[in-house]
């Protein structure tokens, strides 16, 4: 065959490949039929970022230099910018991950799920460190941040449809509440704890039931937060109250009284999670 027509037909299967309009394995045949091996990009991952590299032209070369030296400007003189071009700085970061995020799960599911969560890790960081660096150490604003990122967690998770990312915003929420609950009450009896944590596994229960005619996903969250308000009780007094007294017995009537719920409700729990 021409040379020049085999380029030609290998750049289009290149060019179907970036679209979409095979899949992945039919490129790779036709790439075996019409290219040469050195032309062939190999099928596991870290080939083909060596393969890409290979092929790279000096103005990517040069371009991908430049963002890694930017990257370590900012990383190096991060505390000494103004306070406003830090949070921006922050902004930034963030919004571009989730972007790339989001595009990248249309093809990668795993790895796109991978950079939204850094992206939000990225958030929870910076943003405590930057409380720290401005003299906002006070408990009431890491508090109050938490609860921010809880409630950006999840309402992404809900509009991104990422169940687990809908989950981590309600634990975030969770223990805000409960650190809260430790600077505004005083050695609390027992069934005031109980007080404090059970009306609301009650209400995410009765959520859980109301949310999954719209959404399995949701309904499935809704109902582990639930569960996991159901203990708390017990965590929060063992964390924060040190009382371990009757902690044991506590905890062995809750799981028999929740096997029991749960044994009693099997048909419908499970219709509303499964």
């Known amino acids: 065959m021409n040379e020049e027509r085999r380029k030609i037909i290998v750049q289009e299967i290149e060019q179907w490949r970036r679209g979409k309009l095979l899949p992945d394995q039919y490129c790779d045949f036709l790439l075996n039929l019409y290219g040469e091996p050195d032309e062939r990009p190999p099928s596991h991952s870290l080939g083909k970022a060596a393969f890409a590299l290979q092929r790279a032209t000096g103005r990517q070369w040069l371009l991908g230099t430049g963002l ?71 408990w009431g604003w890491k508090a109050a941040f938490i609860a921010g990122c809880a409630a950006l967690w999840i309402v992404y998770g809900l509009g991104a449809d990422i169940p687990l990312l809908h989950l981590c915003g309600w634990v975030a929420a969770v223990l805000a509440y409960g650190w809260v609950l430790s600077r505004y009450t005083d050695l609390p009896a027992w069934y005031e704890v109980q007080l404090f944590w059970l009306p609301l596994s009650c209400a995410f229960g009765w959520s859980s039931w109301f949310v999954q005619r719209w959404s399995k996903r949701a309904s499935s969250v809704l109902f582990a937060v639930c569960a996991l308000l159901w203990f708390m009780p017990e965590l929060y007094a063992a964390v924060y109250l040190r009382d371990m007294e009757w902690l044991e017995l506590q905890l062995l009537v809750k799981i028999a009284a929740g096997g029991a719920l749960l044994y009693g409700m099997r048909k419908k729990w499970i219709a509303w999670v499964a």
């Open 68 to 138: 890694f030296f930017l990257i370590c400007f900012v990383v190096f003189y991060f505390s000494a910018f103004h306070p406003l071009l830090q949070i921006g700085l922050v902004a930034l970061a963030v919004t571009v991950l989730l972007r790339i995020g989001h595009k990248r799960r249309t093809t990668n599911e795993s790895a796109g799920l991978a950079v939204i969560g850094t992206a939000m890790l990225l958030l929870l960081g910076a943003g405590l460190l930057l409380l720290e660096m401005h003299g906002l150490s006070e």
